[in-house]
């Protein structure tokens, strides 16, 4: 690996204005860190991209990397771009045994943290950083949120989100409270009441988004954010439909198939694929298999009946009368995105959200109620976890300043 990252390092032509780094939503300051690998100091490449992404380690492994850095190489316009999601991997894996620093020294302030996704820990790192007291309420037994229960194992191991929970919060004091959800038997107002300066919600998107159709409650079907979270303990059977064709159905489609159906599908709307290039090719390589421009009408106990659909130019769809199918499966998944739950709206005076229950934020994260704060999916929607890294760092210290009486404005 470390010859095959060199490799990748010396393909780089130290650009002066890298369009690699504008191509990143975290702005990884991609030229600095490759000449510090190159220049045999891999400690303080490594100590550069943990300061400039927490997540680092975990966006190294899950990033859109074709459209962000590696998208916008200068090399990919003839040829090969470099391939900078290995060198941040192998840099960051191997830094991160290095990061034994305690907590730093406490300022009195507490801070809570509701949910433990991109978002969340992004906001708890930083604070901490600043010496702030700060608990994460969490409401599963471990952190990660979408990271954990989201995204299959083989794209990302649960591995290197235990090694994040030791060095980044148990080792820099941060406080968790797992199983509990906040909205139930503690709300926000009682954070408040116990002396928190400022609250952050990053409770992420689990509601599914369904279809709406006859056949949607049957036994045989699921929905796509329940599967990712344990599919240990469904039983597909051997011929699974999935509705929908984004990269999380990807992830289902990957993950049923190494659960071992044998004939999955993904059905798509569109005559194309939502997922990126990336995640399809992988998919495709893996034997799942896909349907285009299908429009599901009803779910039966043995399969569907979809709908075949014209795709005109201006992106609107035309039903095709008579030409009803059943596509027969022993198991359905709907793999068409998820919204917030709204628990803690309806508990919290003050807090607004939009129709289709997103809290709203300005850009800095600040929501209707003073000393709330918001940022990630149950702001922005289903989005990509380094997206959610890039917007919170900037929350992290508007949540700083109005904890110090300064200026929200960044």
Known sequence: MALHVLDEANRCLQCKNPSC???????????????????????????????????????????????????????????????????ENYISSAYAPKMVKGPAKSNGQRVAIVGSGPAGLTIAIILARYGYQVTIFESKDKIGGVLRHGIPEFRLP?????????????????????????????????????????????????????????????GNVHFAINYLNNP??????????????????????????????????????????????????????????FMYNLKPVEILDDGVIFREVIEHEDGSFEEVEGSDKVYSSDSVIIAISQGPRNIIVSTTTGLEASKSGLLVADEYGNTSRPGIFASGDVVNGA?????????????????HRYIQGLNNNI
């Open 21 to 87: 780094r504008k191509g990143c939503p975290i702005n990884t300051p991609i030229p600095e860190v490759i000449a510090l690998l190159k220049d045999n100091k891999l400690d303080e490449a490594g100590w550069l991209l943990f300061e400039n992404n927490p997540l680092t380690t975990i966006c190294s492994l899950v990033c859109n990397h074709e459209k962000q850095c590696e998208g916008n190489c200068v090399l990919n316009k003839k040829g090969t771009p470099v391939h900078f999601s290995a060198i």
């Open 158 to 218: 649960k591995s290197v989100l235990d090694d994040l929970q030791y060095r980044h919060i148990e080792l820099k004091g941060i406080k968790i409270r797992p199983n509990i959800r906040i909205g139930d038997a503690i709300g926000i107002d009682d954070l408040f009441r116990d002396g928190y300066k400022a609250i952050f919600i990053g409770t992420g998107v689990w509601r599914p988004n369904t279809l709406h159709i006859k056949g949607e409650t049957f």
């Open 232 to 289: 240990s303990v469904y039983k597909l059977g051997e011929k699974v439909t999935i509705i929908g064709a984004g990269n999380a159905a990807m992830d289902v489609a990957r993950t049923a198939v190494r659960s071992g159906s044998r004939q999955v599908t993904c059905f798509s709307l569109e005559k194309k694929v939502a997922a990126s290039d990336y995640e399809f090719s992988y998919a495709k390589l893996e034997g799942v298999n």
């Open 383 to 399: 989005r990509t976890v380094v997206e959610a890294v890039a917007h919170s760092k900037i929350v992290a210290e508007t949540m």
